[in-house]
């Protein structure tokens, strides 16, 4: 994995797991309801792997005769 590709995880969880905290203050109007965070907690995990499953695809793999060119 590239940091390039690092980043935009990290980016990306900061931003999922913000909102997901950030929508039960918003919405409880400053109060903490642990039920409604569980709940967007789990959707932001499942939103995060959805995404790395998707970046993950696009990265290059290496193929067998590359791999020998490179190691030998």
């Known amino acids: ?23 039960v203050l918003f919405w409880r109007e400053g109060e903490f309801d ?4 569980g709940i967007n907690l789990g959707l932001a995990t499942l939103g995060l792997a959805l995404l790395h499953l ?12 590359k791999a020998k060119d490179i190691f030998s």
């Open 1 to 23: 994995m590239t940091a390039r590709a690092r980043n935009r995880r990290i980016v990306a969880a900061i931003l999922l797991y913000g909102f997901a905290v950030g929508s």
């Open 54 to 65: 998707k970046w993950r695809a696009r990265e290059p793999r290496i193929s067998a005769d």
């Open 34 to 37: 642990w039920v409604m965070l």
